[in-house]
């Protein structure tokens, strides 16, 4: 089992430009998230999907959105990157209560 | 919604000895509350969770204790190792729906030297 996967791992970005993260899970969760950790601070939710076709806004979704693919995958798009963009993004899944984090990717807007 | 405050933001302790974090919450609905540790350039991953129907969880040299009226809840390590140097993230979430809104501390650092 590879647990919850990640790409890219690392990506540099110019303001106003687009790109999507992906997400996919191997464990059959249910749900899964999508947070973003700067440093000093914890992780903030930034979208979530509590089973497949659903999504949800959480602590900070402006400027992004989301795409549940199917029960495996989970897709974060940043549609004009800004530089208070720039952070750790990590997914997770969960089935009742742990949460099980991908890898992270970090992104860099400049 | 709710929010989490997590002290100290730094904490050095020598081997041995034991390590206390502490958080509290505001979302008196909040009934899950678990512990993240992560090392530098790594993944979060739980060490510790409990719920609130208990006061009290232990798992070998760790512990978490949560006190429902106060709306706190502690993490004690004890025996500490070099291996536990690392950043230490508590989380509340309220139960709303089939997913856990995980609400996060601010972080912990903790160092132990040998």
């Known amino acids: 089992n590879a647990g919850v996967t990640q790409t890219p791992k690392f990506q540099v970005l110019k303001t106003g430009q687009s790109m999507t993260l992906q997400c996919a899970q191997d464990?059959?969760?249910?749900?899964m998230y999508w947070y973003r950790q700067d440093p000093g601070m914890g992780l903030r939710l930034i979208y979530y999907s509590a089973s497949e076709g659903t999504t949800d806004k959480g602590e900070v979704p402006n400027g992004y959105n989301v795409s549940r693919l199917n029960k495996r995958e989970f897709s974060l798009r940043l549609e004009s990157a800004a530089p208070s963009q720039t952070s750790v993004y990590f997914c997770?899944?969960?089935?009742?209560?742990?949460?099980?984090f991908g890898p992270g990717t970090r992104l860099t807007v400049t | 919604g709710e929010n989490v405050e997590q002290h100290p933001s730094t904490l050095s302790v020598q081997e041995g000895d034991s390590a206390v974090i502490k958080c509290t919450y505001s979302d008196s609905a909040s009934n899950y509350f678990p512990w993240y540790k992560q090392e530098l350039g790594k993944r979060p991953q739980l060490i510790i969770d409990?719920?609130?129907?208990?006061g009290e969880k232990k798992d070998q040299r760790i512990a978490v204790t949560l006190n429902k009226t106060a709306k706190h809840f502690s993490l004690h390590i004890t025996e500490t190792q070099p291996e536990d140097s690392a950043v230490y993230f508590c989380a509340a979430s309220p139960p709303r729906g089939s997913a856990r809104q995980l609400t996060f501390g601010s972080g912990t650092q903790l160092t132990v030297l040998p």
């Open positions: 409990i719920r609130s129907n208990v």
């Open positions: 997770a899944s969960s089935e009742v209560y742990e949460q099980y």
């Open positions: 464990m059959n969760h249910n749900s």
